[in-house]
């Protein structure tokens, strides 16, 4: 666990498959979408932190799957990018997306699993 300056919530240091639901724009005024995969480098209840091969722009909301390695349930979720920095050493672009409550997503499953991580983490201790 780690926690920062700015954040309300804990962070768990934590390598966890991500996809994001990209929209295109396209010519004719339709869209189009394609999923980029990603991975976590941190998580927290209310946000994440991941890493991707090309930039996002900031302040835009995106659709999330999340699965963890130790639970066969994915988790759909809504994201908005708070910050995109391109990292030199690998290459990549590290995004900053908080996690938001939306209609049709398993935000709750998502707060109720780091309920339960934030317990195993008093208890380990």
Same mark, same amino acid.
């Not at 994915?74 to 209609?103: K, V």
């Given at each position: 666990?780690?926690?920062?300056?700015?954040?309300?919530?804990?962070?768990?240091?934590?390598?966890?498959?991500?996809?994001?639901?990209? &929209? *295109?724009?396209?010519?004719?005024?339709?869209?189009?979408?394609?999923?980029? #995969? !990603?991975?976590?480098?941190? /998580?927290?209840?209310?946000?994440?932190?991941?890493?991707?091969?090309?930039?996002?722009?900031?302040?835009?909301?995106?659709?999330?799957?999340?699965?963890?390695?130790?639970?066969?349930?994915? &988790? *759909?979720?809504?994201?908005?990018?708070?910050?995109?920095?391109?990292?030199? #050493? !690998?290459?990549?672009?590290? /995004?900053?997306?908080?996690?938001?409550?939306?209609?049709?997503?398993?935000?709750?499953?998502?707060?109720?699993?780091?309920?339960?991580?934030?317990?195993?983490?008093?208890?380990?201790?």
């Amino acid at each position: 666990m780690q926690t920062g300056e700015k954040r309300s919530a804990c962070r768990f240091l934590r390598h966890e498959a991500v996809s994001v639901q990209v &929209l *295109l724009a396209c010519p004719d005024d339709s869209c189009s979408s394609k999923v980029v #995969d !990603s991975v976590t480098l941190d /998580i927290s209840q209310s946000g994440l932190r991941i890493v991707l091969p090309e930039a996002l722009a900031a302040h835009r909301i995106f659709d999330i799957c999340v699965e963890f390695r130790n639970n066969p349930r994915r &988790l *759909l979720l809504t994201g908005e990018t708070r910050w995109c920095r391109y990292n030199e #050493d !690998s290459r990549d672009f590290e /995004i900053g997306m908080a996690i938001q409550d939306g209609e049709g997503t398993d935000f709750d499953a998502w707060l109720r699993m780091f309920a339960e991580l934030e317990d195993s983490e008093e208890q380990a201790t």
